[in-house]
């Protein structure tokens, strides 16, 4: 039995007709074609699939479509774009923060809630926040790397704008 | 204007994978596809009694389920195609589907196909197998013993092959010294962790005959190849389009029978269908790596001299041999004994042998971090046996610097080295005896510190053709490029290889850039995609930046030569008078003659004014096949405090110099080392892919196998 559910992503609403048991990652990935949230695995240790619900960072492999009913959500594709990128994307990209980029959308998104709640991460704070977040490619060396100097990037950035 | 080579510039590929615009291969989406999925077997070991797939048949939204017997006729056997020659290897027949046995815990034995995920996932819980359940063989030395349980009929003690190398005189070299040491190691099976799941989309056109399969390969054109030989689908009508691929680590060299059952449900559907493994099921059904039970003694004089170095190895296979399994623990890891000491004696034996695993093959460095694991592990024990410092034992050992290739007793010419300068550099790095002192007063208050310290050798560049069929590989090991230049100048480079991480995107289009003194925005490399691209045999054996970007240079240095033959007679000048400056051909002593690069593609296009008997159009081709491998080196040097109550080991610092040449792009090859040392850390110390005796693994979930995590290195 499929119930309608309506969604708020990236500022658009979107209306689909899910069942009940449906994962938003799954409506995210097959219904909206937003591939850009990714699936690594299935018992919600991976973060591939991280998204912002209400400005946090979730697992969209934890919530039922139907959960998400009202919330905001965020995905990659909604964070920036290659004209204009995120910090965190230009930082990932200046620092080399992703090899196979599959583990990549997790990490921003898990970043950008970790910048917001603490906008000057010590080094150990950002593997702290990476906690849910794996990467077999990088060592997480610059993915750390990544995470702080976007994080100057931005303490500069809301400064300037202050 | 300054070379791009040696640059550490941004990588090309990154914006479509920072924006969430990147396709993998479970993005793809294609009208009226429907969706598939294995069931898998529970037991490590069992005959299979009964399939009634009559319920799952039936049930909502299913399109077909197939069963061994569906497809036994249908379907050839998943082929092994590594088979090394002089070890007798018994390769048993793989079906894409088990029929009557199954052999390990996610051996297939049905596929369903469905009009949604959920259907799939729905219909597979319908399928009733009934198994007679049999004793597991799992350990692969426990699986020789004449009492272990049986896998395959015809293959007594689970012996899949027995291989043999030998250099010098190891028998004499051990008999005659003065020190001996000697081990059991026990290297843990593996498993590679690939973020991306393995995923395969299949599409028919039943009037053409063209089968197009999208998968997570490192190899298309292997993955083609191989295809076309379970299918019986010529190969001309098969286009394997290996897209954004999301790390591999040598999991997705081998060719699955998945990929062949997904394209066999779209020919007989004549529906597009997708297939694509969730994480647990990658643990059961994706290669593992490593699972070695090695017995291994080093011999040397008192003085510290390494005269000579035996091994026996169990090298676990699984219940299959997967694509190139037989060659790993075998070509790939004892030849490499002699190690950056050149042990003058040196033998080994190694059995490959069949358990009810999850097949293995190759894995992060393939055989060859297992060997410089038990030399390295050796080397400690001979210098703790001789009071000894380990660092001293080593430096006494290494190969002195050559240039111009040394012979090892195994066979192999190394290329060139200086071990002993990366050992210093490592040293000073640390400061070694400032780190004794400190470790000698750490002790004196109760605290534990160590030094681990590894030199190596690694056989890279995956290899000259010749010896790939001289040692059984299916296949050739060169690679190819193909250099495309348009009419306004822009340039696309399709490879064999295909990269999955590593960023040859950008540094074969560094070289090209060069090449031609372009900005690096008008050159696009292109890979994965057998329709467009030639020839070539993959990214693993750390060979792509070695084998196909040479492929890459000398297409790209044809392509020149013509340009500046073209160049020649448009300035009516002889081609020995033409000289190449800041991205342009102009007459010796003439610059304002010069012609851009562009500007003679353009020429070369249009053919309006071509150099007699000279085609048009501006592009090359260009095969390479390397005359040796190649040999980078090093030293690791790794300082750990380790809490003596807990055991838990706080890595201090980690030292890595690496030798690989030239850097086309420092930052890519930093990046590739940084992935390498967690990959190993984690290897040391945290992951193990564990069965229990019955054969059901134990770290069957990202829950339960260790992947290391930011927050632990």
């Not at chain 2, 300082?639 to 930052?667: F, Q, S, W």
């Amino acid at each position: 039995m499929k119930r309608s559910v309506t969604l708020a992503i990236n500022g658009e609403s979107h209306t689909v007709q899910v069942e009940p048991r449906t994962l938003l990652t799954q409506v995210l990935r097959d219904d909206l074609d937003l591939t850009g949230t990714h699936i690594g695995c299935d018992t919600s240790q991976c973060g591939a699939c991280t998204v912002l619900i209400d400005g946090h960072a979730v697992k969209s492999c934890t919530v039922l479509a139907v959960q998400a009913e009202g919330a905001a959500i965020t995905t990659i594709e909604g964070i920036g774009t290659a004209a204009n990128l995120h910090p965190l994307q230009e930082a990932f990209w200046e620092h080399h923060g992703l090899q196979c980029g599959f583990c990549t959308p997790g990490m921003i998104l898990t970043a950008i809630d970790l910048l917001g709640s603490n906008p000057d991460p010590s080094d150990r704070e950002i593997r702290d926040g990476l906690e849910g977040n794996f990467c077999r490619c990088t060592g997480y060396q610059n993915i750390v790397a990544s995470i702080d100097a976007a994080a100057s990037t931005m303490r500069a950035g809301s400064g300037a704008g202050a | 204007m300054a070379t791009l080579f040696g640059s550490a510039i941004r990588r090309r590929e990154d914006p479509r994978l920072l924006t969430g615009s990147a396709t993998y291969t479970d993005d793809i989406k294609l009208p009226r596809m429907v969706y598939s999925g294995f069931v898998r077997s529970p037991y490590a070991h069992a005959r299979i009694k009964r399939i009634d797939i009559s319920a799952a048949r039936g049930a909502p939204g299913v399109v077909a389920v197939y069963t061994g017997a569906d497809v036994k006729d249908r379907i050839a056997p998943v082929p092994c195609a590594w088979n090394p020659p002089d070890c007798d290897l018994k390769i048993p027949p793989h079906l894409v589907l088990a029929d009557e046995k199954v052999r390990y815990v996610g051996d297939p034995v049905a596929m369903v196909v469905a009009e949604s995920r959920a259907a799939v996932r729905d219909a597979m819980d319908l399928v009733d197998v009934d198994y007679g359940p049999l004793d597991a063989s799992i350990d692969p030395e426990r699986a020789t013993d004449p009492n272990a349980a049986q896998i395959h009929d015809d293959i007594p003690l689970n012996i899949g092959f027995e291989w043999h190398v030998d250099g010098g005189d190891a028998d004499a070299a051990f008999a005659a010294a003065e020190v001996t040491v000697s081990q059991r190691i026990v290297h843990p099976r593996l498993i590679p962790n690939a973020m991306e799941p393995r995923a395969a989309v299949a599409s028919h056109n039943a009037a053409t005959g063209q089968l197009t399969l999208w998968t997570t390969s490192q190899n298309p054109h292997i993955a083609r190849f191989l295809c076309s030989v379970m299918l019986g689908v010529p190969e001309h009508h098969i286009r394997v389009i290996a897209p954004e691929v999301g790390g591999g680590f040598g999991s997705k060299i081998a060719v699955y029978g998945d990929e062949a059952l997904v394209s066999f449900a779209a020919m007989e559907l004549g529906r597009p269908v997708k297939w694509t493994e969730d994480r647990s099921e990658n643990y059961k059904a994706t290669t593992h790596g490593r699972d070695h039970v090695e017995y291994v003694e080093m011999c040397g004089t008192k003085d510290g001299k390494i005269t000579g170095l035996r091994t026996k190895v169990y090298a676990g296979l699984g219940g299959y041999a997967s694509t190139a399994a037989p060659g790993v623990p075998t070509i790939l890891h004892g030849l490499v004994y002699c190690g950056a000491y050149g042990i003058p004696n040196v033998s080994g034996t190694v059995y490959g042998v069949y358990t009810n695993g999850t097949p293995v093959d190759a894995y992060r460095g393939a055989g060859r971090p297992e060997a410089t694991f038990l030399i390295e592990r050796l080397a400690d024990l001979f210098a703790s046996e001789i009071g000894a410092d380990p660092v001293a034992l080593r430096r006494q050992n290494l190969i002195p610097p050559f240039e111009d290739g040394h012979e090892v007793a195994t066979g192999l010419v190394y290329d060139s080295g200086n071990y002993e300068r990366a050992l210093d550099k490592a040293l000073g790095i640390l400061d070694y005896d400032g780190f004794r002192a400190e470790q000698t007063k750490a002790r004196a208050d109760g605290r534990y510190l160590g030094v681990g310290v590894v030199t190596y050798i690694e056989m890279c560049g995956l290899g000259p053709s010749q010896v790939a069929g001289a040692v059984g590989f299916g296949g050739g090991l060169y690679d190819s490029a193909i250099v495309r230049v348009y009419p306004t100048g822009s340039v696309r480079v399709y490879i064999g290889a295909k990269p999955h991480g590593q960023g040859e995107e950008t540094t074969f289009a560094q070289i090209v850039a060069d090449e031609f003194g372009y900005p690096i925005e008008s050159i696009e490399v292109i890979a994965g995609d057998t329709e467009t691209t030639p020839q070539g045999w993959g990214t693993y054996g750390s060979r792509t930046t070695a084998v196909c970007g040479s492929a890459v240079k000398i297409a790209a240095q044809r392509v020149k030569d013509k340009a500046k033959k073209i160049a020649a007679h448009l300035l009516e000048a002889s081609e020995d008078d033409i000289v190449w400056e800041d991205g342009a051909f102009a007459v010796r002593g003439s610059p304002g003659s010069a012609k851009p690069f562009g500007e003679v593609a353009l020429m070369a296009n249009v053919a309006w004014n071509l150099p007699e008997g000279m085609e048009p159009g501006l592009e090359a081709t260009a095969f390479f096949d390397p005359s040796n491998f190649v040999y980078p080196f090093g030293t690791h040097l790794c300082t750990v405090e380790v809490n003596t109550a807990t055991g838990e080991v706080k890595i201090l610092r980690y030292i890595a110099v690496d030798d690989c040449g030239p850097h086309i792009n420092p930052m890519i090859v930093e990046g590739q080392i940084h992935g390498g040392v967690i990959q190993g850390l984690g290897e040391g110390l945290l992951e193990m892919a564990a069965y229990d005796d019955e054969g059901q693994l134990l770290t069957g979930s990202m829950l339960d196998y260790v992947v290391p995590r930011a927050s632990q290195m």
